[in-house]
């Protein structure tokens, strides 16, 4: 079993829709829960990190980390074609190396 | 900006070949990273470095080697070049003055194809 689990997609769905993008850990001890961002032919780059348990929320994203069911989420709001990429989930612990999942190709259609 | 600049955006060699791929950061980062990027597999680290010098492996380093001369460039080696080998190659490099969160800047990525 992989530590992080992520569905790899693909994903199409409406502009304006609620995107809702998920991974499943394994090792309890991760404490720092990221999501990373990457569009075709580029590298990732962060798009939010949430530290423990709890939601943070940025424009139209939103984290949620539920460490008793060891599941995080990402979600976007008024989704744009804009947003269109592959979404990362990547989890670590103190000064320990980032675990990624496998990340989920996401088509936002116009 | 962070910027990490890895040397090629395509490579295409022959199987056997030694293959240099090369990455530079430009912000004074202790952190330098190599990983691999596969459909279905996600990344997956092969070396990292905290320090000039200094060299870990990751999980999958089999068939590679690193090198860090100084402190904004690292380098990966693959010795005798396979098929398998064939994937984007991705760079990062982070701080530790940002506590434990280290955030990785990556770089734009190498696609390398072993005939």
């Not at chain 1, 780059?45 to 949620?64: C, H, I, P, V, W």
């Not at chain 2, 690193?66 to 990966?76: A, G, H, I, T, W």
């Amino acid at each position: 079993q992989k530590e992080v689990e992520q569905d790899p997609g693909p994903l199409s769905v409406p502009e304006g829709a609620i995107v809702s993008l998920n991974c499943t850990y394994s090792n309890s001890a991760f404490q720092y829960f990221m999501w990373y961002r990457q569009y075709s032919r580029k590298g990732p780059e962060l798009l939010m990190y949430t530290y423990s348990s709890g939601n943070k929320e940025d424009g139209r994203f939103t984290a949620q980390v539920d460490k008793s069911s060891k599941y995080i989420s990402l979600f976007i709001r008024d989704s744009q074609p804009s947003d269109s990429a592959t979404y990362l989930c990547a989890m670590k612990f103190g000064n320990e190396k980032l675990t990624f999942g496998t990340g989920t190709r996401l088509t936002i259609i116009p | 900006d962070v910027k990490v600049t890895q040397s090629s955006r395509y490579l295409v060699k022959r199987t056997g070949e030694k293959v240099f791929l090369e990455c530079v950061q430009d912000m004074d980062h202790e952190n330098m990273f190599w990983y691999r990027q596969d459909p279905g597999l996600g990344l997956r680290l092969i070396y990292f470095s905290y320090d000039v010098k200094m060299k870990e492996k990751g999980d999958i380093p089999e068939g590679y080697s690193v090198s860090r001369e100084k402190k904004e460039r690292f380098s990966l080696i693959l010795e005798s070049a396979s098929t398998n080998q064939t994937s984007m190659y991705l760079c990062a490099s982070s701080s530790n003055r940002q506590g434990h969160l280290n955030e990785q800047f990556f770089g734009p990525g190498t696609r390398l194809t072993v005939l």
